[in-house]
C-alpha cells in the first residue's frame, strides 16, 4: 500500500457516487491509498465552511493555519487501511497546519481513525439547522432563511502537524479544551475485521 497525491477531479467518482454526502467539497490537497496501481481509496482536505470555527481553534492570527479533513472513503477497511491512509496523507501535508475534523453521529460514527492518528478529541457539536442550500450545496450557499436544514451532532477532533516548535506553540493556542475519546458498542473501524465500507466518513 502508498499514499500518493493525486488531482481533485479523480475524487469525483468516489465522492458522488460512493460517499454518503454526495456532495463534492471544496479540495485543497487530495490523496489516493494504492494497491499496486489500483486507487482503494480516497481523502481530502479543503477551507472549512465556518470563519468562526477558523478563527476559534487557535485564536485569528493562525486562521490561515486551519484546514478539514472534509472527505474519508475507502473500498475497503481492511486492517488499518483507513489510519494508514490518513496518517500518510498528513504527512504530505505543508507545515505548520491545524486539521480539523467531524465523525457525524447521525451515520454512527465515533471516529475511531482519528483516536488511531493521535487526533485531539475537542467534544461534540450540538444538533441545530441551518439554511438549506439545496442540490447538496453547503448551508453557507443558502439565501433563504426560512428554508431549513438539520445537521446532526458531530465528534470533533483536531490534529497539529508541524515540527516541535510549531506542534507545542499551536497546543498552547489551542482554545478547545481536549476532552477522553467517545466509544460507541463496537470498534469495528481500523479493529482488524475485515468489513466492506463504501460510504466512510469517520
Not at 13 to 41: C, M, Q, T, V
Not at 49 to 56: D, H, P, R
Not at 181 to 193: C, V
Amino acid at each position: 500500500m502508498k499514499v500518493l497525491k493525486i488531482k481533485s477531479e479523480e475524487c469525483e467518482p468516489w465522492l458522488l457516487e460512493k460517499h454518503y454526502a454526495r456532495r463534492f467539497p471544496p479540495i485543497s490537497y487530495a490523496f489516493g491509498l494504492y494497491d499496486e496501481n489500483e486507487l482503494k481509496g480516497v481523502v481530502t482536505f479543503g477551507m472549512p465552511a465556518s470563519n468562526s470555527l477558523c478563527e476559534g481553534v487557535c485564536g485569528v492570527e493562525n486562521k490561515h493555519l486551519i484546514i478539514e479533513l472534509n472527505r474519508l472513503c475507502l473500498q475497503d477497511n481492511s486492517k488499518n487501511q483507513a489510519s494508514f491512509l490518513v496518517a500518510n496523507a498528513i504527512k504530505l501535508l505543508p507545515k505548520p497546519m491545524v486539521i480539523v475534523s467531524y465523525a457525524d453521529t447521525a451515520q454512527g460514527h465515533i471516529g475511531y481513525v482519528y483516536q488511531a492518528t493521535n487526533f485531539i478529541f475537542t467534544g461534540t457539536t450540538k444538533e441545530r439547522t441551518d439554511m438549506d442550500a439545496g442540490d447538496g450545496k453547503h448551508s453557507r450557499h443558502g439565501t433563504d432563511p426560512t428554508i431549513r436544514k438539520f445537521r446532526s451532532a458531530k465528534h470533533r477532533y483536531i490534529f497539529i502537524h508541524g515540527n516541535k516548535h510549531q506542534k507545542k506553540k499551536l497546543k498552547a493556542e489551542l482554545r478547545y479544551k481536549q476532552e477522553p475519546y467517545p466509544k460507541g458498542d463496537s470498534q469495528r473501524y481500523d479493529s482488524g475485521d475485515k468489513v466492506k465500507i463504501q460510504h466512510l466518513l469517520f
